[in-house]
């Protein structure tokens, strides 16, 4: 029987193996990443969602490694719940693993983890894997991919990568060592499928320099830039404008100030001492020296950007002249979030600029010319798209047939599909069942789908509740108590009479029922319903105890 | 003194002055469309928005006319809400006409409600105003913008338009219209802001004529289009490129039927008799001689393309080789649910076709460079932007100030604020309280922040109840009953004891206070509280009730 190789791309939500790779050879498991995702719109209350590797917990004791491609959160958010399970180190170059740190010191696990850090180009043999990481450009510095050495073949990673030729640390992608993958022999290509919808070439972080310099010029009053807090390429960027045109540089936000001084402290980042000021400090400067760097790009409500647009922030407070930079893709979901924090900011006053009218943001992603690149560099004999929703991983399969794949060779899989690879086999096994898990508050797991559907419903029409007080003989002790919220102002003129026509139907109800009758509660809640959605139109969730 | 004309743009929610737009000289008011607003992701349970019209509640007599550019829901939705309030005639064009029919039918007011049609290019005298609709071109057919005369001076309203020289139904803008207001000299313009931020020139209609005509002729299987009910246009496209190629075509989704029939009886839509099947016949023909048209392009769950993509359709189901083709724009905030229609499809094997990877749909509204054309066409004295969200205006003026209008002949002004133009003077007034009435289920009005508050909460962390009921002396007469919902499912491993501990809080906190406290419900409701957040790290609303 030939050596099996399994692959199992697992949750997040939506993307599919875009936060945790499983990749497993007899007693011997890599995991590559340990992301979370945001949750949608619809989940309600939910605060983050992290990968199900209940498939991992079966056989934790096997993992040798976590290995981590960059210091984004949905790389390395998942990491201080998975470390809680998982006893094997953690592998990632300087500055990811500076970002981690950071990460399992707020979990309470810092010291707990073993942390081995590597440079790309190193070589590290993990059980029988040999691990090889290659430099490529995101985002956010000091990425990396992997090729996997494993003994069915080698397989090759991405990561999330862009071909950028000029990116802002000056550290081009590793053509090199590709191309020494390929002459090798690659068997199977994991490849980031973000923008596979997205003809040509993404531009470089070049040209935001640019539009950066062009801004810069231009503002008379002071300039606020939101980006996300690990975006360390754009706090350079931002910094180097800020230098050339003589402003003092003031960064906000408590996880992009900690950011920003571990990034300097390791290197990644230069920007001279006397230049950074507080956010207390800002409002003594004249206007046009200086900058402030903030998160918020989403337009989270509660963010530094949430709390300037609306007139909420402790230190500052935005004023016609400003000029407000929003230097970040928005998030598909996050649209209105957005676009009400650019209404409000320009209600102030403020020259609002965001990716619409000025190249202030590029993707940190592959489009289709560079993922056509990819596959011809490393030629694999097999191809797994990943790091996309299913629509993203459909159109990089289609890019890889073209590019002479055959549809055998391919896999356009779902989280949680375990993959079987041979030599010259590629086969598609079951789906585990789950998916991804909860975490709301500090619990973790015990929000499934039931509770998630009584929030919707919650949330659609409030509730209404009456508590009934009987007597010994029956009797109504006294008035029916009625508790609602989320249904109606019962104070408004459209809803007058409505509290007392509830108090009359359960009344009416309780006189034709026996007391003590089982069914006394339901009866009243039905006829409650009925009531209610004559009256308004509406359900709520009604709840009657006769006690 | 000067005479004095005041226009209002109204309600909807973000949008400015799309949704209504009152005019008024002296004793005599005008409103411009009625429509209504979807609600944002964050909007629990709220079905529609209209208009806050209290400001014409308090004139009601003084409306002359409800002028109506074109049949989207946007600027009709809220007929059948206003014309309960108003007893003016509705004045459209005749396809208009029909669609506001359909919905006046739906509720109710069929016959009860004055209807004037007219055609582009007339000229309607009404009290004061002369009103004169002109042809533009946007999605849907026989749409107007109206030149209307005042006696402070011309006004001309565009109504949603784009410059397209070659729309479906061949008839292109007005433009004489336009360069005749021009000479005669016009006062103020007010102008569709949508595409502001959209360089270049929206593309023409024609282009989707091509993508349908490559998709019919490649595909082998059903071809399935989603699209708005009332993108009339779009229905002839496929209709023509399903005669082209032989296929039937089946109309699915109530209103997009009804409003098939109507324009069909009116002579917008032109297809042959023999061609339109049932959808229950569907199965009856071969895979490649069949196409269906059918409502949900934003991915609505309950819409036909939400029940197709869940498997929930009662005559259609998915099958590998059909073609999906969503023709739509994805509306912000709707783009996580198409995103889920997408994956869905894909997963049963439909290939399937959108905005992003073909031109299976344009923009109904100019661009950037459209916009100069038409306030270099129209060469106004004084710019009113609307149609947008506050950034698209601010672009829209900015637009305006590049062509030479000064900018205190520009007013980039938000809902409900009233507009004071004299002949040679723009006034920007005070803004009317209030802005937009949330409609849910059949009650309007009943709804406000704080419901919505509560709301938010409930589908936040649910809600935890307690009723308690002691007997004379104070003592419990039986254990006290727990209702919750939305908070946690207390049947998980992680909730163990949870319940336990809560009845256990409940009873030491009533050993405490001493029975008719009035404080009792509130001790323990603190105590409860307090109780759940350490167990869970959550706040659910808690209500506690002694009896």
């Known amino acids: 029987m030939s050596k099996k190789l399994r692959i199992v791309p697992l949750g997040g939500l939506g993307e599919i193996g875009k936060n945790m790779t499983v990749i497993e050879f007899e007693e011997h498991i890599l995991i590559v990443d340990a992301g979370l995702m945001f949750p949608e719109n619809d989940m309600l209350g939910i605060d983050l969602i992290i990968p199900d590797y209940q498939y991992l917990l079966d056989k934790r004791e096997r993992v040798k490694a976590v290995l981590i491609t960059h210091g984004h959160e949905d790389h390395v958010g998942a990491l201080p719940h998975l470390m809680k399970e998982i006893n094997a180190p953690i592998y990632a170059t300087p500055l990811t693993m500076g970002l981690i740190e950071i990460k399992l010191k707020e979990a309470g696990l810092a010291g707990k983890v073993s942390m081995k850090t590597f440079q790309a180009g190193d070589a590290l043999a993990i059980g029988p894997f040999l691990v090889e990481p290659f430099h490529v450009a995101h985002s956010i510095p000091d990425c990396v991919g992997f090729g996997i050495t494993t003994p069915v073949g080698l397989v090759v990673h991405t990561g999330d990568y862009k071909f950028d030729h000029t990116p802002v640390d000056g550290w081009a992608p590793d053509f090199a060592k590709l191309a020494e993958f390929s002459a090798r022999g690659v068997l199977c290509l994991l490849a980031d499928s973000t923008n596979a919808e997205r003809p040509g070439w993404t531009p470089s972080e070049a040209v935001i320099t640019q539009a950066f310099d062009d801004l810069f010029k231009r503002a008379e009053g002071r300039i606020i830039v ?39 402290r390791l290197g990644y980042l230069d920007i001279p001492d006397g230049m950074l000021i507080d956010i207390e400090q800002v409002n003594k400067y004249p206007a046009n020296q200086v900058a402030v760097m903030a998160t918020g790009s989403q337009g989270e409500p509660t963010s530094v950007m949430g709390r300037l647009a609306h007139g909420r922030h402790r230190n500052l407070r935005i004023q016609p002249g400003d000029t407000v930079v929003l230097s970040a893709h928005t998030i598909p979901g996050n649209e209105e979030f957005v676009s009400r924090i650019i ?49 993203h991983l459909v159109q990089h399969g289609k890019i890889a047939q073209e590019m002479g794949i055959a549809a055998d060779h391919i896999a356009v899989v779902e989280n949680g599909t375990i993959l079987e690879l041979t030599e010259d086999k590629l086969t598609v096994g079951e789906r585990l069942p789950g998916g991804y898990v909860f975490v709301s508050g500090e619990s973790v797991g ?24 009987l007597d010994e003989k029956g009797k109504v002790r006294k008035r029916p108590r009625i508790i609602t919220r989320g249904f109606a102002n019962l104070e408004k003129e459209q809803a007058e009479g409505l509290l007392e026509g509830a108090e009359e139907v359960v009344t009416r109800t309780l006189s034709i029922y026996q007391a003590g009758s089982e069914v006394l509660e339901t009866r009243i809640e039905e006829a409650l319903s009925r009531y209610l959605y004559t009256e308004t139109g509406r359900r709520p969730l009604i709840y009657v105890i006769v006690q």
Request: net charge positive; hydrophobic share 45%.
């Open 446 to 469: 015990d929000i499934d789908i039931p509770v998630m559907r009584d929030r919707e419903k919650l949330a659609e029409n409030g509730f209404f509740m009456v508590a009934v007080s």
């Open 343 to 391: 209404n409000r900011l320009m209600q102030q006053g403020a020259d609002v600029v965001y990716e619409h009218i000025a190249q202030v943001h590029v993707s940190g992603h592959a489009s289709r010319e560079e993922m056509k690149l990819m596959i011809n560099l490393v030629r694999p004999r097999f191809f797994v798209p990943i790091h996309g929703e299913l629509r």
């Open 226 to 264: 939101a980006s996300f807090a690990s975006l360390i390429s754009r706090i350079q960027q931002v910094a180097n404008a800020a230098a050339k045109y003589n402003r003092k540089l003031a960064i906000t936000g408590r996880s992009m100030r900690e950011n920003t001084k571990m990034a300097r």
